[in-house]
């Protein structure tokens, strides 16, 4: 592992945005959080009870670059940032970026997020804010929301990027059934074939209504994807590319919380 922290002052990340996208090829773009992402993030680490964050990769560190801005003025700012290919695939691009806009409080952890997040919990760690955009895949992708739910403070917000992705979306439906979180955001439209499916699946989930009312939802979802049984926000969820959960309280599920789901 290897544990980096950066110095200076910060001019602001304008020049540096504009110059990496600039400079980017199809891969960075394809790859990159878009400027709207971007400032939604920054927002979102304005929020004054927000100074100390993390995220599940980095790259070329766009995405820290905002959230390091949303926080910048607060008192005793950190944002850590967990990306195992920093160095070797990267080549310390993202460290070398947010090394240019000077903020001084900026750290890379070089592990896998399912070792250093467990890690950093059982240090006694705790964020306000915590965005995932790591590996895309379902499992890698609950196990870093697990994690999280677990070192995110009470009114803090979790962010996970990328939900047009088919098992990421999969898992962000499942995150907004937990009683203890509510949607606060999104940001990201969605391309028109996916629109169009969105909209067909709000029709399907309007029309199965009397069923879901005379047979209860367990039934239904032995059929049916949760955003057609419960339309009443899912269905915003797939709209977007990004999605922002506070967390209201810690969770207290019993033992049968499941069933519900």
Not at 131 to 149: E, M, N, R, S
Not at 221 to 236: C, G, M, N, Y
């Amino acid at each position: 592992m290897a544990d980096y922290a950066v110095r200076g002052q910060s001019p602001g990340i304008s020049t540096i945005i504009d110059q990496l996208f600039q400079k980017a090829d199809s891969r960075l773009l394809r790859s990159a959080i878009s400027r709207q992402e971007g400032q939604f993030l920054e927002q979102l680490a304005s929020r004054p009870d927000i100074r100390n964050t993390i995220e599940i990769g980095c790259a070329n560190a766009i995405s820290s670059l905002y959230i390091c801005s949303g926080i910048s003025a607060k008192d005793n700012p950190s944002h850590t940032a967990i990306d195992p290919f920093q160095t070797n695939h990267y080549r310390g691009r993202g460290i070398a970026n947010v090394e240019s806009a000077g903020f001084t409080f900026f750290h890379v952890i070089e592990q896998g997020s399912e070792t250093a997040l467990p890690g950093l919990l059982s240090k006694g760690k705790f964020y306000d804010l915590a965005l995932i955009d790591g590996l895309h895949t379902a499992d890698q992708t609950l196990v870093d929301f697990y994690y999280i739910d677990r070192l995110l403070k009470p009114g803090g917000v979790v962010v996970i990027d990328d939900v047009n992705a088919t098992a990421v979306n999969k898992i962000v439906h499942y995150v907004s059934t937990y009683p203890n979180y509510r949607l606060i955001g999104t940001c990201g439209p969605r391309g028109v074939k996916r629109r169009i499916l969105n909209i067909a699946k709000r029709i399907l989930a309007t029309a199965l209504w009397p069923v879901r009312k005379a047979f209860g939802e367990a039934l239904l979802r032995e059929f049916f994807d949760i955003s057609v049984v419960k339309p009443a926000h899912l269905w915003t969820i797939d709209f977007c590319t990004m999605a922002a959960f506070e967390k209201i309280a810690e969770c207290a599920r019993d033992t049968d919380w499941y069933e519900g789901i």
